[in-house]
């Protein structure tokens, strides 16, 4: 077993070809690890890893994977044990949210959705966990939100599926921290990323005030610092450390009037 700090490491990051998942990656190489870049555009993963080389003098690989193929994971898992990738610290950021109804949605989509923001984050989790307990090293970062507490929009799965991320993660680090794993559940709130143009609601959310938001790249050396810490849950920034607070006081009751209350972004 070894936990040599000095020894050179590998992240492997999802949905690091945009975002808070590309700014991981920066961090992680600026701190001298190796990265492997999963997401499904492969042009925009070659130019994260093109930066990579070039910035920090660090490994980068792509990997080009759709996370809603229940398949993916073990393919993942298996291409790194065949280029013999020793997978040091686990980064679960790919994600999205739906901005359709529930009953408008098809049913395939809420699959595809559960597929991506849940169950391949269990199945990664799985699969790389148990070779970092082995080593008695590893650093796991599953991308929650403040959504986790927050009132719930009409029909709309996010908050349920990052509640569910919160949850997990904790559980995992319990089991894990004792073996020198420690995973931490990362929250933002509003960040300047795609996800909200993926969404479909960057119109209504450019209203809101700046001090709302902050950048992908605070956020990501928030989420390094916090599990390298070892910090089984951290939310990011001051202004949604408050806010979560406040909501995680709030009875479900009223939680719920000021979900019925809400428009839909
Ligand atoms: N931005 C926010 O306000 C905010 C707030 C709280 C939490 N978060 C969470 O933070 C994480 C990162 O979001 P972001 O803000 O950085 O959004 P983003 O800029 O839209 O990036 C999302 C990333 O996920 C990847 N992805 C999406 N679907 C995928 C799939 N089926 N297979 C593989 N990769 C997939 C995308 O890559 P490809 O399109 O190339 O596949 C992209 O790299 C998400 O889990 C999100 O829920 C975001």
């Not at 408008?104 to 169950?119: C, Y």
């Not at 599990?227 to 001051?238: F, I, L, S, T």
């Not at 202004?239 to 009223?254: C, E, I, K, R, T």
Request: charged share 20%.
């Amino acid at each position: 077993m070894s936990n040599d700090a000095a020894l050179p490491k590998t992240v492997l990051i999802t949905g690091a070809s945009a975002g808070i998942g590309k700014a991981l990656a920066h961090v992680f190489a600026q701190n001298n690890f190796d990265v492997v870049l999963v997401a499904r555009r492969e042009d925009k993963l070659k130019q994260v890893e093109t930066d990579i080389k070039h910035k920090y003098g660090q490994m980068a690989y792509c990997l080009p994977e759709d996370l809603a193929d229940p398949a993916a994971p073990q393919r993942i898992y298996d291409w790194c044990q065949q280029n013999h990738i020793q997978v040091d610290a686990l980064v679960n950021n790919a994600g999205y949210a739906l901005h359709d109804d529930f009953l408008q949605a098809t049913w395939q989509s809420h699959l595809d959705f559960m597929q991506v923001l849940n169950i391949s984050v269990v199945h990664l989790c799985h699969l790389f966990a148990p070779a970092m307990k082995e080593r008695g090293y590893g650093r796991i970062i599953n991308l929650a939100s403040v959504a986790a507490w927050s009132p719930q929009l009409k029909g709309n799965l996010y908050g349920a599926a990052k509640s569910f991320i919160l949850d997990f993660s904790q559980a995992i680090d319990l089991e894990l921290q004792p073996y020198g794993v420690n995973c931490t559940a990362l929250c933002p709130g509003f960040t300047f990323s795609e996800f909200h143009d993926v969404m479909g609601t960057r119109g209504s959310v450019s209203k809101l005030p700046r001090f709302l938001w902050m950048t992908a790249e605070e956020v990501a050396q928030e989420g390094f610092d916090a599990v390298m810490e070892g910090k089984p849950v951290h939310v990011n920034g001051r202004v949604n450390q408050g806010l979560s607070q406040v909501m995680a006081m709030l009875p479900s009751s009223v939680k719920y009037y000021i979900s019925k209350q809400q428009k839909v972004m």
